[in-house]
């Protein structure tokens, strides 16, 4: 029988396979590492008090020919004259002489508030702060103000203060926790305007302090990450491309249906395929506010696929012959993968679908939404936790059986016995670099977490944030490669052997030998089931 190339293959074209492909994975690692700026940069911005003395719903610029009328702190004389609700918050995104880009992809902002404590003004517990926000744009120093956005927003603010809240501590600010403000999906214009009025009346912003200044850190993602991401989406989307069609063309001439195994090593390639696909380059041209959006659902399309093929790939090595083939029988566990990626694409609409026309709207700004979020983040962790205690017991199951089948061998012909030995050993190795990955991306992720975000090595500075990032999309890649190469039909035909240790050549075409192998794909698929028969 045929077989996959996996077991077709020899030793020596293996081990410069793995070596090319390791080879590959150091690349995708050093592009992010040394040519890749860090993914994103967070730029603080100090609001401008301007003065809005008839309460217009104008813009009200910081900066530039049209500039508001200003004061610098709320001590002054001409503060003390205004009512809270004639002062009007203003950043001018970027700062003079810089201008967005496209590159940038988007935008997150987020306030800190500086709150000076005083005793007949303290924050009440649990207060809410009412904001109301506005957005505008323009593209040119010169032209007027567009407006995007508005709305009227309320956050919870979550302040303390550290020392004992006496008279002689009047004056000193209090430690508030930053406050998710506004998430931009596209940064299609070079200038931006946020102007934020602070409601005050007998029920709205009570109970929240003396408010001295307001920050806004912006972080967008960095132009040059950007030109290497879409670079590396662009190198790899062809590459499996043209490694799938290929797959299931080898597949489709096969006198037999395609298994199971090989239809949902198919729909990997295609997953993968869809996440490569560089939408990117359009987005720089036009205002897609929906790519945010859309990043998140091609990454849970292809972890869900990625997660269906472990567990079947475990599962069909394990069943007997009557049990495979059947995608039902792997339906609770295929349900746990669907049901927590149904739970987290409702949260992403939630959040970021309601973004699209909101861009200030959060999820978390109120208990009862954030409980809900809250509820369903754990519901989808224990789902992900019971698919995975599952795909564990699946793994020991497959390597005992294989155990079994080891046990086996003294007793078979030496050519047989070499040959079966290869091919366990193959399997797992594969079943190892599966779980390698998976490892390595959990050890990738928090290295990314607990690092300073750059290494110094000699004279380069390596970006540790930025590997992390090629590094772990480059893996997925390579790692969905390899599957579909190894496991595609061999075009290689082994001779029958014989009981008496004769075997019997019989050449055939090309097409001929694909279609050998009516039993399974591979002979590991085989053997496993047999023994499980057994």
């Known amino acids: ?25 150091v690349i995708s690692i050093m592009v992010g590492a040394l040519i890749a700026p860090s993914p994103t ?22 900066w530039g020919s049209n500039r508001c009328q200003q004061i ?51 924050i009440e517990d649990d207060v809410t702060i009412t904001i109301d926000a506005g957005l505008a744009y323009r593209d040119d120093l010169k032209s007027e103000w567009t407006t995007k ?17 006496t008279y002689d501590n009047e004056g000193r600010f209090y430690h508030c926790d930053p406050i ?63 490694a799938t069609v290929w797959y299931w063309h080898r597949i489709s001439i096969m006198a037999r249906p395609p298994v199971l195994l090989e239809k949902v ?27 945010l959006l859309f990043e998140d659902a091609q990454q849970g399309v292809f972890y869900s696929t990625l997660f269906c093929f472990w567990i079947i790939f475990c599962g069909e090595h394990l069943m007997d012959q009557n049990q495979r083939n059947r995608l039902s029988a792997y339906w609770w566990q295929v349900g746990l993968v669907m049901f927590g990626s149904s739970l987290l694409l409702i949260f992403d609409l939630s959040e970021r679908g309601v973004h699209l026309t909101n861009p200030f709207y959060s999820v978390w700004a109120s208990e009862t939404g954030m409980k809900v979020a809250i509820t369903f983040i754990i519901v989808a962790g224990v789902s992900v936790c019971l698919y995975f205690l599952s795909l564990c017991g699946m793994v020991c199951c497959v390597f005992r059986n294989i155990g079994g089948k080891m046990q086996q061998l ?19 190795f594969l079943m190892l670099v599966t779980l390698a990955c998976a490892a390595m991306t959990v050890i990738f992720f928090i290295l990314n977490q607990v690092s300073e975000g750059h290494w110094h090595w000699g004279d380069y500075t390596l970006q540790v944030h930025s590997a992390f990032l090629t590094g772990i999309y480059g893996m997925w890649n390579l790692y969905v490669f390899t599957i579909i190469f190894l496991y595609a039909p061999s075009h290689k035909h082994k001779g029958n052997k ?11 075409s090309q097409e001929t030998q694909l279609t050998c192998g009516e039993q399974g794909p591979t002979e590991s698929y085989r053997i496993t089931g047999k023994l499980a028969e057994e």
């Open 149 to 165: 956005f508005h709305s009227v927003e309320q956050r919870p603010l979550r302040c303390i203060f550290a020392v004992p809240k």
């Open 265 to 291: 090593i198919f729909a990997l390639g295609v997953s993968m395929l869809f996440l490569n696909v560089p939408v990117e380059w359009l987005s720089l041209g036009w205002e897609w506010t929906w790519m």
């Open 180 to 242: 998710p403000f506004m998430e931009l999906g596209s940064m299609a214009h070079k200038y931006f305007l946020i102007n934020l009025r602070l409601p005050v009346n007998d029920t709205v912003n009570v109970g929240i302090g003396e408010i001295k200044d307001i920050h806004i850190v912006g972080i967008h993602q960095n132009g040059g990450f950007t030109q290497v991401w879409i670079s590396m989406k662009t190198v790899f989307s062809p590459w499996i491309f043209v």
């Open 410 to 428: 003294p007793a078979m012909p030496e050519a047989r016995r070499l040959r079966y030995k290869g091919i366990i050993f193959r399997f797992k």
């Open 498 to 508: 014989l009981g008496d240790g004769q075997q019997t050549d019989k050449p055939e």
């Open 41 to 62: 940069s967070a730029i603080r911005y100090l609001a401008t008090k301007c003065i809005n003395r008839h309460r217009a719903r104008s813009w009200l610029a910081p």
């Open 1 to 25: 029988m045929a077989g996959a190339i996996v077991e077709n293959m020899s030793t020596k074209k293996l081990v410069f396979f793995g070596f090319s492909i390791l080879v590959f994975q």
């Open 72 to 122: 610098h702190s709320f001590d002054e004389p001409l503060a003390k004259t205004l009512d809270a609700n004639e002062i009007v918050f203003a950043v001018h995104v970027p700062h003079p002489s810089k201008e967005m880009s496209p590159w940038f992809q988007y935008m997150l902002a987020v306030l800190q508030f500086d709150i000076a404590f005083k005793m007949i003004n303290q």
